[in-house]
């Protein structure tokens, strides 16, 4: 009987490969290890590998399946089971892969977000500026009065404040894209598989 069942349910085979990654280095090593889990136990990563192997079950089983476990602080282990042994490999194989590209483009999206926003706070400070302007142009086409000339001075006054702001602001999102572009391709190009499952 011990036979038989064993023949018929055979033991889960076991398949791992190391993945190597560069984190943020301005970023807790231990946090960005965390992230890096459970980006690599996501449902987007067993998805990929579920449409890249045509697997014939769902993503949840295949997530069931594997784990991913920190190893160092820049060395993630990715096992996963499978009835045979060239399945649990091409299943290690695979999600090691699609995490290492679903990680790039989480990274490149932060990036792009983050430079959206810097953009964004720009435009309304240039915005501002536009209609100190436009007050200025206006008020000047105006008869010279002690009021005007009072109004004048006050907009002068905040004009330079706007356009103190806005060159400020430009400065920090052109230092940002900067330093984010080669900290995100440092991060993507920086992670590697280390050994074949």
Partial sequence: VGCGFY??????????????????????????????????????VAQAVVDKLGLQETPGILQAASTASIVTNQVLLITANAPTSDEAIARAQAMATAFLQFRAQMLERQQQQVQAALNAQ??????????????????????????????????????????????ALQQ???????????????????SQLLNQA
Avoid: H
């Avoid at 398949?15 to 231990?30: E, M």
């Avoid at 142009?137 to 109004?151: D, G, N, Y």
């Avoid at 920090?172 to 330093?179: K, P, Y």
């Fill in 122 to 167: 720009v435009n309304k400070a240039q915005q501002k500026l536009d209609a100190i302007n436009r007050q200025i142009t206006e008020l000047s086409a105006q008869p010279v009065t002690p009021t005007r000339q009072s109004k004048l001075g006050t907009l002068n006054a905040n004009r330079s404040k706007a356009t103190t702001s806005v060159a």
């Fill in 7 to 44: 023949l018929k349910f055979p033991p889960a085979v076991q398949a791992s490969t190391s993945v190597f990654i560069t984190n943020n280095p301005n970023q807790d090593a231990v946090s960005a290890m965390l992230t890096n889990v459970t980006l690599a136990e996501s449902r987007p």
């Fill in 172 to 190: 920090t999102a052109a230092d940002n894209q900067v330093t984010t572009e080669t900290t995100t391709a440092t991060m993507v190009q920086g």
